[in-house]
């Protein structure tokens, strides 16, 4: 445990020299908000007291899309609106699903939204979130391989995929300049 957690702290010291920017220039994000936290099957089991929200940010101009995730403490435009500055460029095209929070993104990038209660797809400008819904389908679904995470260990578990994601095809070269460095 004590050669993973100390690799952890490599990985995020990584992203602290190498942060991550998404988008730019006519380039689309999508931007959404999900719960990680446990579901109790058939009612069985621990309640869950506390919810977990993860912000994240799908850059579907890449093939396979690019993403980023973050433990928010809550979906306030307070605390969202600053992590959308930090990682998305400014120029970008974000897409998201109408959350009040985003209202006031047209200042710094072209936003456009989808109301889910109408269409999936906005039939005037093609916005939609399908790339950011199937990105939190393959987070969640890496959880239920792993049969969980602890609740308190998230931030390493998004840390670990953001990781593995951005050295795709080169990680055991990345991995190993992490452990001398």
């Not at 506390?50 to 306030?76: E, L």
């Not at 500055?85 to 006031?104: F, M, Q, V």
């Not at 390493?156 to 070269?173: P, S």
Request: net charge positive.
């Amino acid at each position: 445990m004590k050669i993973i957690k100390n690799l952890n702290y490599k990985m995020k010291d990584f992203f602290e020299k190498n942060p991550i920017l998404l988008g730019g220039l006519q380039r689309i994000c999508q931007i959404d908000e999900t719960l990680l936290s446990g579901k109790r099957k058939y009612n069985v089991g621990n309640r869950v007291s506390k919810q977990t929200w993860v912000f994240g940010i799908c850059d579907s101009s890449t093939t396979p899309a690019v993403g980023f995730m973050k433990v928010v403490p809550d979906r306030r435009a307070q605390t969202l609106i600053p992590i959308i500055k930090e990682i998305i460029r400014p120029g970008t095209i974000i897409w998201d699903g109408e959350w009040s929070a985003y209202r006031n993104l047209w200042k710094n990038y072209v936003h456009e939204t989808v109301n889910h209660k109408i269409n999936f797809v906005n039939p005037k400008t093609d916005a939609h979130t399908q790339n950011i819904e199937s990105y939190w389908n393959k987070v969640k679904l890496k959880i239920k391989k792993r049969k969980g995470t602890f609740k308190g260990k998230i931030d390493e578990f998004i840390t670990e995929h953001l990781f593995f994601e951005r050295n795709e095809g080169k990680l055991f070269w990345e991995l190993l300049n992490l452990i001398k460095v």
